[in-house]
């Protein structure tokens, strides 16, 4: 079964510096693979996503991620953080039957 | 515009209440979904429904029902609250059965049991 696993409940980040949030992925076939954006008291809002192609996939607002089968990962970057990406980010991968899987989030914080 | 709506937006109810919770999407998608969220464990799904008429059991159904009469609208239901489903619940729908497109949220509903 798919498990998609974040590294870091709580990311804290200086406005201007690299934004790092990761992701890991558990299946042997590589699902299809997205990144979730949640602003307080909102719904999610899809970033970016991987189906197949490019392993280096952009998305709004300035994120990128770059799927690595090797290392089963699917981390999201942001090279220079705003005040307005404080938020929670999700990633998500498909399972077997197409259905998602989330992981638990993670709530990046910017400080200025 | 189109996209995903859910009502109430908010509910507080009393232990042993019911209530149903209405999803309604325009896009003609197939397939729909109910997750719950809670803070630390991401979005668990609870029930979804692959089209008219189908529904399916997700990773926490226990104290749900769900019903898919209209293709544009699925129902969840709690028969008899408890604090335990104190939680946000999000509905979601996507074209296809692969989701290469992801899924398209409604803002959600945030339900408190006392």
């Known amino acids: 079964a798919q498990s998609v696993t974040q590294l870091g409940s709580h990311v804290s980040v200086s406005e201007g510096a690299l934004v790092l949030l990761r992701c890991n992925y558990s299946?042997?076939?590589?699902?299809?693979l997205f990144w979730y954006v949640q602003y307080p008291n909102q719904g999610l809002q899809l970033l970016l996503k991987?189906?197949?192609?490019?392993?280096l996939v952009k998305g709004i607002n300035g994120f990128e991620a770059e799927f690595k089968k090797s290392e089963t990962s699917f981390h999201l970057t942001k090279p220079s953080a705003h005040m307005s990406d404080a938020a929670e980010y999700f990633c998500a991968g498909t399972d077997s039957w197409g259905k998602l899987q989330f992981g638990a989030g993670t709530q990046v914080v910017v400080t200025p | 515009n189109a996209g995903v709506t859910q009502t109430p937006k908010f509910r507080v109810l009393k232990t042993g209440q019911s209530m149903t919770l209405l999803c309604a999407q325009d896009m003609n998608h197939e397939y729909m979904y109910w997750y719950r969220q809670d803070p630390g464990m991401g979005l668990r799904l609870i029930h979804y429904s692959v089209g008219e008429g189908t529904t399916a059991k997700g990773e926490v159904p226990d104290g749900y029902n769900v019903s898919r009469l209209k293709k544009q609208n699925f129902l969840l239901g709690l028969e008899s609250a408890a604090p335990s489903q104190t939680s946000v619940y999000f509905c979601a729908s996507s074209y296809d059965t692969r989701a290469q497109y992801g899924y398209t949220f409604g803002s959600g509903t945030r339900l408190t049991v006392v």
């Open positions: 991987y189906t197949t192609g490019a392993t």
């Open positions: 299946s042997s076939v590589p699902p299809y």
